[in-house]
């Protein structure tokens, strides 16, 4: 039996049980149970780090299943050896099972630790990936978008009607794709802020978003107890900055309030945003958390298409969700499902 480098101690408790098992097996007629104690070596073996090393361990013990056919005393007098045969090539059988098994689940575990591995680092990839763009765009939009305003004030008389048309539409696109850089670089720095110390309170949270999305008077916003969960800070206020800036967006002037709430089921916490607006059609529901996907209901409303994107990647990041209901009676309701541990 190879030594294991890796973990010694393993190695040398698969060696005495499989040496007290094979004494055990000399001394007391074991019969049909002969060779089956050598199942629990192999078990224990599985714990080792060395892939093969099961393989190596059943090996060992069918052979010497087979040295104590011949060794150990019968279970009676004039016992038939072809019982014994059959009992230890069951046991044979019951050895090389367990082996097998125990490589086959290394070896799986082995390639999803791998795979895990490389999409990681695929995605540490395209973070950097973004993160560079958005930097290098953002720094050739600023210009862009300073010289149409100067224009625009210094020498919008004479350009005229047309002029400052043009003008404008080039500060509004350039603006337009700032906000958009913006956006991907908070999802790429999405799943890099380490774990809070302690329990962050939703509730706080949710009060700082509503005083810099500056609610008007003509919008409600009704906020439950929330519960509060281990959630860096600023991951949640992306969240609810998101979910209930979409909401006054699309419901806000309606009249209607828009409720935002939460519940803990175990160690798992289900926040959601409410509103009374228009809706998603049920076809678009899927879609809405991709990146750039403005739907149906989107076209006339400003906006970027990664929020709800940034959405689904913090939920998926603490091992939870998100998706999107008919609120009764006409809306759409925005749940998040995290785990909380």
């Given at each position: 039996m190879p030594a294991v480098e890796k973990n010694p101690f393993l190695f040398w408790v698969v060696s005495g049980l499989v040496v007290a098992f094979f004494a055990l097996d000399?001394?007391?007629p074991l019969g049909v149970a002969?060779?089956?104690?050598?199942?629990?070596a192999v078990l224990v073996a599985a714990w080792s780090p060395r892939q093969r090393f099961p393989l190596y361990v059943a090996a060992v013990c069918s052979g010497l299943t087979i040295v104590g056919v011949f060794l150990s005393p019968p279970d009676q007098p004039g016992q038939e050896l072809?019982?014994?045969m059959v009992n230890r090539g069951l046991a044979i059988f019951a050895i090389w099972a367990t082996g097998w098994l125990a490589w086959f689940r290394r070896r799986a575990e082995e390639r999803r630790l791998e795979e895990h591995h490389l999409l990681e680092t695929a995605y540490d990839d395209l973070d950097a990936f973004v993160l560079t763009l958005s930097h290098d765009i953002r720094g050739s939009l600023t210009p862009v978008i300073?010289?149409?305003n100067l224009l625009k004030t210094e020498y919008g008389?004479?350009?005229g009607e047309s002029g400052r048309m043009a003008v404008e539409a080039i500060a509004d696109?350039?603006?337009r794709?700032?906000?958009l850089m913006e956006d991907l670089l908070t999802l790429s720095r999405v799943g890099h802020l380490p774990p809070p110390e302690k329990p962050v309170m939703a509730d706080e949270v949710v009060r700082v978003v509503l005083r810099n999305l500056e609610v008007s008077d003509g919008e409600e916003v009704r906020v439950a107890n929330l519960p509060s969960l281990l959630v860096a800070e600023t991951?949640?206020?992306?969240?609810?900055?998101?979910l209930i800036g979409n909401a006054l967006r699309y419901a806000g002037q309606n009249r209607l309030p828009i409720e935002v709430g939460g519940e803990r089921q175990g160690g798992k916490v289900t926040l959601f945003v409410r509103d009374h607006g228009p809706g998603i059609p049920p076809a678009e529901r899927q879609r809405v958390f991709e990146v750039f996907f403005r739907g149906s209901t989107g076209k006339d409303h400003p906006g970027t298409g990664v929020g709800l994107a940034t959405v689904r990647k913090i939920a998926r990041l603490f091992g939870g969700r998100a998706w999107v209901e008919e609120t009764p009676g006409g809306g759409a309701t925005f749940k998040v499902e995290m785990r909380d541990v």
């Open positions: 000399l001394v007391l002969g060779g089956g104690p050598y199942v629990v072809w019982k014994v300073g010289y149409a008389k004479s350009l696109q350039g603006n794709m700032l906000s991951l949640l206020e992306q969240l609810f900055s998101n």
